[in-house]
């Protein structure tokens, strides 16, 4: 049944997904999952959340597209709910996390020109995982995405994750950003450690470099605070969004501050970027997120799962080698056993989760997942686990 006109650039699982409901979804042969990849964070309501459904019916029937040549009031409320609830500031529309981030990296640029006409690099971390256009891929610090593409752009350079003198000799005046996930996603659910962030914080201010906080995965309410960078308490200049924020449909977002702010007419622009269709479903989905209990709710269920994943790997030592993450961004680290090769074996026992670097499986269910079905899914892993031969204490 899989007539595949597609291009080879994914390993897929082996089935056809039909359709879902909150956190469960069907194949078309009607094999039911649990859902703990949520799109890869992206549906954070669940799937065909009603109010979601009916907002973007509403909005279908008014209007779907309409150019940035005009005014349209669910981007100017969409941006104003942005603004107000992240770093203040200024909001411009996109429709991925890469294009957020290539948005962030002219806007460094520019940032930089008005300074000095050498100040244009921009430093990420090592094992990032920013995007996969040329920009956001030259900051992606991973040979596996880059090697076949290059020469990359030029004016990007790499320190290590969590190690600010790393950073130190990098430093000089012709530094204009430093671009960083606060939680590595790809790589395997690493968190920044508080330190670190502020110890970057504080070179960005003595040296005028725009810190940008790449949020596309652990952002939209995923950990339990709205942003990621909330529970660290550093501010970024610049903050990038994307997978959550449409709950589905694809929106992505660049927020920056006052310093940060510099693009005039004609220096960016996107077709499609902030239509009131996209802006539609980022209301609600930012509504939804922002009613009372909601976030308190993530915090409670995230540390759940955590708990009971740091049980499993107290009963499978030799398999689970270590525990990390926050809310509901959760990763496991194996010993022996390949991500992939336990993905697969998930999702035949009915648990849709997804492998990441460092040998981790990652768990990030949509943020309304019932406390009852974080159970389901553990007694899945523990059945995998058992599969796998791994030794119970
Ligand atoms: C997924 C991701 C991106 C890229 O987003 P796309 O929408 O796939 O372009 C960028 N940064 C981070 C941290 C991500 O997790």
Not at 370 to 387: F, H, S
């Amino acid at each position: 049944m899989i007539d595949s006109c597609l291009m080879n650039t994914y390993n897929r699982f082996p089935s056809i997904l039909d359709h879902g409901k909150g956190s469960l979804v069907w194949d078309i042969e009607g094999k039911v999952y649990l859902d703990f990849a949520a799109g890869i964070a992206v549906n954070v309501l669940g799937h065909s959340h009603p109010k979601l459904v009916s907002s973007l019916k509403k909005q279908a029937e008014r209007m779907i597209h309409c150019s940035n040549l005009y005014w349209t009031e669910p981007q100017m409320k969409l941006a104003r709910i942005l603004s107000e609830n992240t770093i203040g500031g200024k909001v411009f529309f996109v429709n991925s996390g890469t294009e957020a981030n290539e948005t962030a990296i002219k806007l460094a640029r520019k940032f930089g020109r008005k300074i000095s006409p050498n100040k244009f690099k921009i430093l990420s971390a090592v094992n990032s995982f920013h995007g996969r256009t040329l920009g956001s891929l030259s900051a992606t610090a991973q040979p596996k995405y880059q090697e076949a593409f290059t020469p990359l752009v030029d004016g990007f350079e790499y320190f290590q994750f969590n190690d600010v003198d790393s950073i130190k000799p990098k430093i000089s005046e012709q530094v204009c950003a430093i671009m960083i996930e606060p939680i590595q996603g790809e790589s395997g659910i690493i968190p920044a450690t508080k330190e670190f962030l502020i110890e970057v914080r504080k070179l960005c201010d003595e040296h005028n470099i725009l810190l940008i906080f790449d949020e596309v995965q652990c952002g939209m309410g995923r950990t339990g605070k709205l942003f990621a960078y909330q529970n660290y308490g550093v501010i970024p200049d610049v903050l990038t969004i994307a997978k959550g924020l449409g709950g589905g449909v694809p929106i992505g977002a660049v927020i920056a501050n006052e310093k940060a702010d510099v693009f005039e007419p004609s220096d960016h622009g996107s077709t499609f970027g902030g239509n009131p269709l996209a802006c539609s479903a980022g209301i609600t989905v930012m509504e939804e997120i922002l009613k009372e209990g909601f976030l308190q709710r993530v915090q409670k269920l995230g540390d759940l799962l955590k708990n009971e994943l740091e049980k499993m790997k107290r009963k499978f030592p030799t398999v689970i080698k270590e525990i990390r993450g926050i809310g509901l961004m959760i990763g496991m680290e194996l010993n022996q056993l390949s991500a992939k090769e336990f993905a697969a074996t998930c999702f035949e026992e009915g648990l849709l989760v997804v492998p990441a670097g460092n040998n981790t499986i990652r768990f990030l269910p949509p943020l309304t997942i019932k406390q009852k079905q974080i159970k389901e899914a553990m007694k899945i892993v523990q059945k995998v686990l058992e599969k796998f031969g791994g030794t119970k204490s």
